[in-house]
């Protein structure tokens, strides 16, 4: 099927073929006589080689093969004396394999064949290997023979050192064999874990990785094989274990409560939580990756002034799994609380084992932190208004932030984002290596233009600054993101057809750049007020629209966030905004939102009242790329929660999303998919919905 | 260059159903039913089944079907799960599932999964990632996936993970864009997508585009039409396949096509057969190519037939 070129055939090609095709389907057909009658004969087993030595694919054969065998066996296995023609009647299976391998070296039928006839507990290693080493020296990335090789040696209980040579034999011989780079990780993957001998010094043996696929990358850079071993070693070298990144209230802040709010700046959003009624503020922690076992038997909360025990922890995450990245509980003041004056709330988390990532390693280093409530009493009684004003996010409603006293709060909150420090860890030697590794990529690429080579730099500066951050022995302002980033500007000229891998990866940076000090992060706050109101409110919104992002990231330093303009970008889904649980006000017009189904993680948002989404590409695209990351019955996460009387199956998704929500103002214009008979669906839907599209709704 | 040449296409692929002298015809005669699938997909996807009698195809799938509840890959030839799957899907097609009796044919599909979770494609045993995807692609379009261990069949597919992101065929085996396709599909399916790190994955597979604008199946290898599904359809469920050049892609495949006699090939100017014809063009389809329906890339069946067997109940 792959291969052939494509010429009409002539008559004596087509005479030639009629003349095959009459040959085969004789002995197919005999082939299947002899198997369905149950006829295990010496004419049997020659018609059915001749057939696999001309169509190894022909499955029945290879079983008919097998049946003969058993059958031969069973008559034979009383008597001691037959076992030499058992050996006989499985050297004759081998030789049949061998000549259908070399008609066709990937027919799956005549590997597993082998397969079962090895594991009658017949021939040698040294034969298997000897004829392995025939096959992989014809094609050495044939999968099927890697995978019969990993087959014989851990049947043959041959040691992961022995292999490993036989992949430094291979590799030396022609450094475009990523089958063998591949079996050469599983290897030593296996040894690092063992730990034993020479393996137990994690940072040598990477280091001589390095020299060893180096030669590689001088010798030809363009050739992807040893670029991807590399990416693995820099894996290796830069893996740290799970921690905690941050919290929301944040580290040492102070979080002030009114009746219908509570933030860290004293303003915040113009719809406000409504407090009063239930006395509770949620309180989010954020971890380096999706973690699991997040509970008060993990994490600890210690204040007089609210109940703190058995609190329920919910892992924020659209997907079933119970593993997320934040996780989010809420803590209630006691009955008798009315008024506080910097009460203290101190949390202890990991201090007990329990928070496993999906690997299965845990958060070992337990994280101390506190932050102090205040609830000033003279607005305890005061239930303001809900605004019911339309917010608009017109450029003429936003005011850069002053730097003025009563602000001194929010920046000295944004300066706690940053990661709650731990005991230094000992990254001494990865920081070590990765630095080589920056010399000599750069080294490499003074001597030519690599796409992947630019890349791998982009991600070992990376790599390297994580390992700063956590390492606590650097200023983290040091930080150069401009060469990363330019990094991704070159990329994407000299690498096109990967502009959008590049566009997200860029992204990424930019926000890690932007969120990394104060001093960043007020250039994008901007003080929102309705140009028509006379109210004096205030309220601080991040702004990070028009800047190409595609990607949302950094969101460990973004818990504190109520109000977000990311319109103008190209953003394609919510991912990621699901642990901003204090969100109110989003702005998602103007990007690349291809579908309802982008928008699931918003259902996680109880406190958001505005959203827009409008001039998005909802309803213009025929295919979904997002239909199997969300919950339905397409991919069994949804249960008895489906429900029939969704009106028609023309986004029966939106119905899933909206039916979650409780907006109070929504601008979805400008997508294919909006009609009148949607908007009034979704005005049904949410009851709470006042402004539709600039409209009003009654 | 130039465009999807439809009516070709659909006169190529009746033509191959009526030809069974050739050699090519012969040697694929074991495989029968699969071809089957391809065939009547694509041209369900150009919008032209019923140019097929769907009696007589319906009937023939039947006589597919061994004793045992399973399918073969044609009348007499032993049972396989490979064929099973695409006896499903025929029927999927005509809206016929109705004939089979469902308990039968997952009570063969239930007896293949193994201990460790894992799948054999038959009584002989040969396990398989691509006997996971199709157990339970099988099983989901037959609403009886309660009939095995579905947290252990993901538990088998997750530890074929690499440490590339991709999936091989057993633990340890390289990653191959067929193979990665069979778990991701199984993964989309059984709502397990959390498992697969999609960044370093996306990765590994938008680097399967090669300057020509085609997509090969593992590094350092030629491109083929064939890996315009399974390397798309990936993607596409880890929502990454705008990390490669749609529109190069479309070219590429487009290149591919016999203009003259119908059909497509792996590579330009290669001789052409079923299999590439179906995955050019769900490819294309996955690639929102005018005038095509679209295909659901985990069920591998067009949207509108996955969504008739899901959504409605």
Same mark, same amino acid.
Not at chain 1, 399 to 407: N, T, V
Not at chain 1, 469 to 487: K, M, Q
Not at chain 1, 626 to 652: K, M, T, V
Not at chain 2, 234 to 263: A, P, T, Y
């Given at each position: 099927?792959?291969?052939?070129?494509?010429?009409?055939?002539?008559?004596?090609?087509?005479?030639?073929?009629?003349?095959?095709?009459?040959?085969?389907?004789?002995?197919?057909?005999?082939?299947?006589?002899?198997?369905?009658?149950?006829?295990?004969?010496?004419?049997?087993?020659?018609?059915?080689?001749?057939?696999?030595?001309?169509?190894?694919?022909?499955?029945?054969?290879?079983?008919?093969?097998?049946?003969?065998?058993?059958?031969?066996?069973?008559?034979?296995?009383?008597?001691?004396?037959?076992?030499?023609?058992?050996?006989?009647?499985?050297?004759?299976?081998?030789?049949?394999?061998?000549?259908?391998?070399?008609?066709?070296?990937?027919?799956?039928?005549?590997?597993?064949?082998?397969?079962?006839?090895?594991?009658?507990?017949?021939?040698?290693?040294?034969?298997?290997?000897?004829?392995?080493?025939?096959?992989?020296?014809?094609?050495?990335?044939?999968?099927?023979?890697?995978?019969?090789?990993?087959?014989?040696?851990?049947?043959?209980?041959?040691?992961?050192?022995?292999?490993?040579?036989?992949? &430094?034999?291979?590799?030396?011989?022609?450094?475009?064999?990523?089958?063998?780079?591949?079996?050469?990780?599983?290897?030593?993957?296996?040894?690092?874990?063992?730990?034993?001998?020479?393996?137990?010094?994690?940072?040598?043996?990477? =280091?001589?990785?390095?020299?060893?696929?180096?030669?590689?990358?001088? &010798?030809?850079?363009?050739?992807?094989?040893?670029?991807?071993?590399?990416?693995?070693?820099?894996?290796?070298?830069?893996?740290?274990?799970?921690?905690?990144?941050?919290?929301?209230?944040?580290?040492?802040?102070?979080?002030?409560?009114?009746?219908?709010?509570?933030?860290?700046?004293?303003?915040?959003?113009?719809?406000?939580?409504?407090?009063?009624? &239930?006395?509770?503020?949620?309180?989010?922690?954020?971890?380096?990756?999706?973690?699991?076992?997040?509970?008060?038997?993990?994490?600890?909360?210690?204040?007089?002034?609210?109940?703190?025990?058995?609190?329920?922890?919910?892992?924020?995450?659209?997907?079933?799994?119970?593993?997320?990245?934040?996780?989010?509980?809420?803590?209630?003041?006691?009955?008798?609380?009315?008024?506080?004056?910097?009460?203290?709330?101190?949390?202890?988390?990991?201090?007990?084992?329990?928070?496993?990532?999906?690997?299965?390693?845990? %958060?070992?280093?337990?994280?101390?932190?506190?932050?102090?409530?205040?609830?000033?009493?003279?607005?305890?009684?005061?239930?303001?208004?809900?605004?019911?004003?339309?917010?608009?996010?017109?450029?003429?409603?936003?005011?850069?932030?002053?730097?003025?006293?009563?602000?001194?709060?929010?920046?000295?909150?944004? %300066?706690?984002?940053?990661?709650?420090?731990?005991?230094?860890?000992?990254?001494?030697?990865?920081?070590?290596?990765?630095?080589?590794?920056?010399?000599?990529?750069?080294?490499?690429?003074?001597?030519?233009?690599?796409?992947?080579?630019?890349?791998?730099?982009?991600?070992?500066?990376?790599?390297?600054?994580?390992?700063?951050?956590?390492?606590?022995?650097?200023?983290?302002?040091?930080?150069?993101?401009?060469?990363?980033?330019?990094?991704?500007?070159?990329?994407?000229?000299?690498?096109?057809?990967?502009? %959008?891998?590049?566009?997200?990866?860029?992204?990424?940076?930019?926000?890690?750049?932007?969120?990394?000090?104060?001093?960043?992060?007020?250039?994008?706050?901007?003080?929102?007020?309705?140009?028509?109101?006379?109210?004096?409110?205030?309220?601080? %919104?991040?702004?990070?629209?028009?800047?190409?992002?595609?990607?949302?990231?950094?969101?460990?330093?973004?818990?504190?966030?109520?109000?977000?303009?990311?319109?103008?970008?190209?953003?394609?889904?919510?991912?990621?905004?699901?642990?901003?649980?204090?969100?109110?006000?989003?702005?998602?017009?103007?990007?690349?939102?291809?579908?309802?189904?982008?928008?699931? &993680?918003?259902?996680?948002?109880?406190?958001?009242?505005?959203?827009?989404?409008?001039?998005?590409?909802?309803?213009?695209?025929?295919?979904?790329?997002? =239909?199997?990351?969300?919950?339905?019955?397409?991919?069994?996460?949804?249960?008895?929660?489906?429900?029939?009387?969704?009106?028609?199956?023309?986004?029966?998704?939106?119905?899933?999303?909206?039916?979650?929500?409780?907006?109070?103002?929504?601008?979805?214009?400008?997508?294919?998919?909006?009609?009148?008979?949607?908007?009034?669906?979704?005005?049904?839907?949410?009851?709470?919905?006042?402004?539709?599209?600039?409209?009003?709704?009654? | 260059?130039?465009?999807?040449?439809?009516?070709?296409?659909?006169?190529?692929?009746?033509? /191959?159903?009526?030809?069974?002298?050739?050699?090519?015809?012969?040697?694929?005669?074991?495989?029968?039913?699969?071809?089957?699938?391809?065939?009547?997909?694509?041209?369900?996807?150009?919008?032209?089944?019923?140019?097929?009698?769907?009696?007589? /195809?319906?009937?023939?799938?039947?006589?597919?079907?061994?004793?045992?509840?399973?399918?073969?890959?044609?009348?007499?030839?032993?049972?396989?799960?490979?064929?099973?799957?695409?006896?499903?899907?025929?029927?999927?097609?005509?809206?016929?599932?109705?004939?089979?009796?469902?308990?039968?044919?997952?009570?063969?599909?239930?007896?293949?999964?193994?201990?460790?979770?894992?799948?054999?494609?038959?009584?002989?045993?040969?396990?398989?990632?691509?006997?996971?995807?199709?157990?339970?692609?099988?099983?989901?379009?037959?609403?009886?996936?309660?009939?095995?261990?579905?947290?252990?069949?993901?538990?088998?597919?997750?530890?074929?993970?690499?440490?590339?992101?991709?999936?091989?065929?057993?633990?340890?085996?390289?990653?191959?864009?067929?193979?990665?396709?069979?778990?991701?599909?199984?993964?989309?399916?059984?709502?397990?997508?959390?498992?697969?790190?999609?960044?370093?994955?996306?990765?590994?597979?938008?680097?399967?585009?090669?300057?020509?604008?085609?997509?090969?199946?593992?590094?350092?290898?030629?491109?083929?039409?064939?890996?315009?599904?399974?390397?798309?359809?990936?993607?596409?469920?880890?929502?990454?396949?705008?990390?490669?050049?749609?529109?190069?892609?479309?070219?590429?495949?487009?290149?591919?096509?016999?203009?003259?006699?119908?059909?497509?090939?792996?590579?330009?100017?290669?001789?052409?057969?079923?299999?590439?014809?179906?995955?050019?063009?769900?490819?294309?389809?996955?690639?929102?190519?005018?005038?095509?329906?679209?295909?659901?890339?985990?069920?591998?069946?067009? /949207?509108?037939?996955?969504?008739?067997?899901?959504?409605?109940?």
């Amino acid at each position: 099927m792959h291969g052939r070129p494509r010429k009409p055939p002539t008559q004596e090609e087509q005479d030639a073929s009629a003349l095959k095709a009459d040959k085969l389907r004789h002995l197919q057909s005999q082939n299947l006589h002899f198997h369905h009658n149950k006829i295990f004969t010496k004419e049997g087993l020659e018609i059915s080689a001749k057939l696999l030595e001309v169509n190894p694919e022909h499955y029945t054969g290879w079983n008919y093969r097998k049946l003969a065998v058993q059958h031969f066996t069973d008559k034979k296995s009383e008597n001691a004396a037959e076992s030499e023609s058992i050996q006989s009647i499985l050297d004759e299976e081998l030789r049949v394999v061998e000549t259908a391998l070399r008609a066709n070296l990937k027919s799956y039928g005549a590997w597993h064949h082998r397969k079962w006839v090895l594991s009658k507990g017949h021939s040698s290693v040294d034969r298997e290997l000897r004829l392995l080493g025939k096959f992989q020296k014809l094609d050495a990335r044939n999968f099927h023979a890697w995978n019969y090789r990993r087959f014989v040696t851990a049947l043959k209980k041959i040691p992961d050192e022995e292999e490993l040579q036989y992949t &430094t034999n291979m590799i030396s011989d022609n450094f475009s064999n990523y089958s063998a780079w591949h079996n050469r990780s599983l290897l030593l993957s296996n040894l690092l874990e063992k730990g034993v001998k020479e393996y137990s010094e994690k940072g040598s043996v990477l =280091r001589e990785e390095y020299e060893f696929v180096v030669q590689a990358l001088f &010798t030809d850079p363009d050739d992807q094989s040893g670029w991807f071993y590399h990416l693995w070693l820099l894996e290796q070298t830069a893996i740290l274990e799970p921690f905690l990144l941050s919290s929301w209230p944040s580290h040492s802040s102070k979080l002030y409560i009114s009746a219908n709010d509570y933030s860290s700046d004293q303003r915040s959003s113009p719809i406000s939580h409504c407090f009063s009624k &239930t006395r509770e503020f949620p309180f989010i922690l954020c971890f380096s990756e999706p973690m699991v076992g997040v509970s008060s038997s993990t994490v600890s909360i210690e204040c007089d002034y609210l109940t703190c025990s058995e609190l329920t922890w919910t892992p924020l995450s659209a997907n079933g799994s119970g593993f997320a990245q934040a996780w989010l509980t809420y803590l209630k003041f006691t009955d008798a609380t009315h008024t506080l004056e910097a009460c203290p709330v101190k949390v202890a988390v990991a201090h007990f084992q329990g928070i496993i990532n999906m690997s299965g390693t845990s %958060c070992s280093q337990s994280s101390h932190l506190f932050f102090t409530v205040h609830i000033p009493s003279h607005d305890q009684n005061q239930a303001e208004e809900q605004t019911t004003d339309r917010i608009s996010w017109k450029e003429e409603n936003f005011c850069m932030y002053a730097a003025e006293s009563h602000d001194a709060d929010l920046l000295h909150s944004l %300066c706690k984002l940053e990661m709650i420090r731990q005991k230094s860890k000992d990254v001494g030697w990865s920081m070590k290596v990765i630095a080589d590794e920056i010399d000599r990529c750069r080294e490499l690429l003074s001597l030519t233009e690599c796409k992947i080579g630019k890349l791998t730099l982009a991600r070992l500066l990376m790599a390297n600054y994580s390992l700063v951050s956590v390492s606590c022995s650097h200023d983290r302002n040091d930080v150069h993101y401009e060469e990363i980033l330019s990094l991704y500007d070159d990329l994407m000229k000299i690498d096109p057809s990967h502009i %959008c891998y590049y566009e997200d990866e860029r992204s990424l940076v930019l926000l890690k750049q932007m969120t990394s000090s104060s001093g960043s992060f007020l250039k994008n706050i901007h003080h929102y007020r309705e140009s028509t109101s006379s109210s004096l409110n205030l309220y601080s %919104c991040l702004r990070l629209n028009s800047l190409s992002l595609s990607r949302i990231g950094s969101i460990e330093q973004l818990l504190w966030v109520q109000m977000l303009d990311l319109s103008h970008n190209k953003i394609r889904s919510t991912e990621g905004l699901e642990a901003l649980q204090l969100l109110s006000c989003l702005n998602l017009s103007h990007n690349k939102i291809c579908s309802f189904t982008a928008l699931e &993680t918003l259902r996680l948002l109880k406190s958001l009242k505005v959203l827009g989404i409008s001039y998005n590409e909802i309803g213009a695209h025929s295919i979904d790329t997002r =239909r199997y990351l969300f919950s339905s019955p397409l991919n069994h996460a949804l249960g008895s929660d489906w429900s029939g009387d969704i009106e028609s199956l023309d986004h029966w998704d939106a119905f899933f999303i909206f039916k979650g929500l409780d907006l109070i103002q929504l601008d979805i214009m400008g997508n294919a998919a909006v009609n009148d008979r949607l908007k009034a669906s979704l005005v049904k839907l949410m009851p709470a919905l006042k402004w539709l599209d600039g409209e009003s709704c009654n | 260059m130039g465009e999807l040449n439809i009516e070709n296409h659909a006169r190529y692929i009746l033509s /191959v159903e009526k030809k069974k002298d050739s050699f090519e015809s012969v040697v694929m005669e074991h495989l029968r039913l699969n071809g089957a699938y391809w065939g009547l997909t694509t041209l369900d996807i150009m919008g032209k089944l019923d140019a097929v009698d769907q009696d007589e /195809v319906v009937s023939w799938v039947m006589q597919c079907q061994d004793e045992s509840g399973g399918f073969g890959g044609n009348i007499g030839h032993d049972p396989h799960i490979l064929y099973t799957l695409s006896a499903i899907q025929v029927l999927a097609l005509f809206d016929k599932i109705d004939v089979l009796e469902t308990e039968k044919v997952s009570n063969y599909i239930a007896g293949l999964q193994n201990e460790d979770g894992s799948f054999s494609g038959d009584m002989w045993g040969e396990v398989d990632t691509r006997f996971s995807y199709i157990s339970l692609c099988s099983l989901a379009l037959l609403h009886r996936l309660d009939k095995i261990n579905v947290e252990a069949a993901v538990k088998y597919i997750v530890s074929c993970k690499n440490l590339d992101g991709g999936f091989g065929c057993t633990p340890g085996a390289e990653s191959h864009a067929g193979q990665i396709f069979c778990c991701v599909g199984a993964l989309a399916i059984t709502g397990a997508l959390h498992h697969i790190d999609k960044d370093l994955l996306g990765w590994w597979l938008c680097e399967r585009q090669v300057i020509t604008g085609g997509l090969n199946g593992r590094p350092e290898k030629l491109p083929d039409v064939c890996y315009s599904w399974w390397v798309l359809s990936s993607l596409i469920m880890i929502d990454r396949v705008h990390w490669i050049d749609k529109k190069k892609l479309v070219q590429f495949i487009l290149d591919c096509q016999d203009k003259e006699n119908g059909g497509i090939s792996d590579r330009p100017d290669d001789a052409v057969d079923v299999f590439h014809t179906y995955f050019g063009v769900a490819g294309l389809s996955l690639l929102e190519y005018p005038g095509l329906k679209p295909i659901d890339p985990a069920y591998a069946l067009p /949207v509108d037939v996955v969504n008739r067997i899901f959504l409605r109940r």
